[in-house]
C-alpha cells in the first residue's frame, strides 16, 4: 500500500540489491552511474534488468534468490496497470480534494506539478540513492567500490544516502555510524521491533 503505483516485487528488488552489493560499481552492477551515460540511462538500465528478474525470464544466480519472498500473484495483481492507474488516479484525487475543494492550508496550485513524481516515486527514490550515493559525497570505508554518504541529501531519503556505510556494513539496521550522523529511519525499526511487528537479530 505505501509503494502504491510504483510498486516492486520483493522478490525481483531484493535479487537486484543482493547484485548491487555483491557487484558494486562493476560493470555487472544493476545500477551503478559508472557505467552508464546519465541518470536516466541507470533508470532504464535498472528498469530492464528488473523486467528480466520479475518476469522469470532471466534466473539469478543461487545466492541472490535463496530466502527471498515469493509473492507471485500478488507481485502480478500489483503489477498490472489497472492497480497502477487506481493509485494514480487516487492521488489525483486526494490532490483535487486538498487543493481545490477544501483549499487546506499550505497547498497552492503549483503542487500539482509534484503528481509525476508522486506517480513514479520509487524509481525517482532509488535513482537518487544509487546515482548520489556512488558519486557524491564522503567515505567512512574503504569499501572497493565508490558508494559515498551525501550527507545534505540524507534527511531527505531516510537514510539511504549513507550508502557506504550500508556497503561496509549491510545487515546493520542503523545506516548511520559516525557521531554527527543520523539515520531517521532508525528510530522507527527500533519501535517496530519493540512492538514486535519485526524482529532486529542480535548484532
Known amino acids: ?64 534468490s535463496k530466502d527471498v519472498p515469493d509473492w507471485n500473484k500478488f507481485d502480478r495483481m500489483a503489477d498490472s496497470m489497472f492497480v497502477r492507474l487506481a493509485w494514480g488516479l487516487l492521488y489525483v484525487a486526494i490532490y483535487v480534494l486538498s487543493i481545490s475543494v477544501f483549499h487546506l492550508p499550505g497547498t497552492h496550485w503549483w503542487m500539482y506539478f509534484l503528481l509525476p513524481i508522486h506517480f ?23 569499501n572497493n567500490d565508490q558508494s559515498k554518504n551525501s550527507l545534505l541529501l540524507d534527511v531527505l531519503m531516510l537514510g539511504e544516502l549513507f550508502q557506504n556505510n550500508h556497503h561496509k556494513l549491510p545487515n546493520r539496521p542503523n545506516f548511520a555510524v559516525k557521531w554527527y550522523e543520523f539515520d531517521p529511519t532508525y528510530p522507527v525499526v527500533k519501535l517496530l521491533h519493540f512492538t514486535r511487528i519485526i524482529k532486529l537479530r542480535p548484532a
Not at 531484493?14 to 547484485?19: D, F, G, S, V
Not at 555487472?28 to 528498469?47: A, V
Not at 520509487?122 to 546515482?131: E, F, R, S, T
Open 1 to 64: 500500500m505505501c509503494q502504491g503505483s510504483s510498486y516492486l516485487s520483493p522478490r525481483a528488488y531484493a535479487i537486484l540489491h543482493r547484485m548491487h552489493h555483491a557487484y558494486s560499481d562493476t560493470p555487472k552492477d544493476p545500477h551503478s552511474p559508472h557505467h552508464t551515460e546519465n541518470l536516466f540511462t541507470m533508470m532504464w538500465k535498472t528498469k530492464n534488468i528488473y523486467n528480466e528478474y520479475f518476469s522469470f525470464r532471466l534466473m539469478p544466480e543461487e545466492r541472490f
Open 120 to 142: 513514479l516515486m520509487g524509481p525517482v527514490h532509488g535513482a537518487i540513492v544509487n546515482w548520489s550515493g556512488h558519486k557524491y559525497g564522503y567515505a567512512n570505508f574503504d
